[in-house]
């Protein structure tokens, strides 16, 4: 939960240190085709891409492959991580429009576990002029999960 003050923002930042930033897929049309060829093959360990740069990755033991759960106080997603030296440190990137899973098929989840980065991001618009994403507003934690 970003917020507006400086100084509330530097204290939000201490537990979600990580800018996610939320692109439109190359493979696919936001989630339309999510399960196409061509989208699953362009996952890791089966689930959407999360780009890190290296020294945030080691910093939190990761490697690329791995499973990670992205959170924050909104809630939380799966992705599978893979290592980018040409994303700037303390940013992570996704794309949005996996499919959005909560468990189906079996309990519900309280982790979504596709890699939907909508579960993370506030629903609110840029003003009441344009109602445009909020973006840069996506502060988050990643970790391993096994």
């Known amino acids: 939960m970003a917020a507006a003050g400086g100084v509330a923002r530097a204290e939000t930042a201490k537990t979600w240190p990580l800018h996610l930033i939320s692109i439109q897929p190359k493979d696919r049309l936001h989630s339309q085709m999510d399960h196409s060829p061509l989208a699953q093959s362009n996952k890791t360990a089966g689930k959407e891409t999360l780009l890190m740069h290296p020294a945030d990755a080691a910093a939190r033991q990761l490697e690329s492959g791995n499973q990670v759960k992205i959170s924050n106080a909104r809630g939380s997603c799966l992705a599978g991580v893979e290592l980018n030296d040409g994303i700037a440190r303390g940013v992570v990137l996704m794309a949005t429009g996996a499919w959005f899973d909560p468990g189906f098929g079996g309990p519900w989840q309280e982790t979504e576990q596709a890699g939907?980065?909508?579960?993370?991001?506030?629903?609110?618009?840029?003003?009441?002029?344009?109602q445009g994403p909020n973006a840069m507003s996506c502060l988050v934690e990643v970790a391993r999960f096994e």
């Open 116 to 130: 939907n980065p909508n579960v993370l991001t506030l629903d609110i618009g840029t003003s009441r002029l344009t």
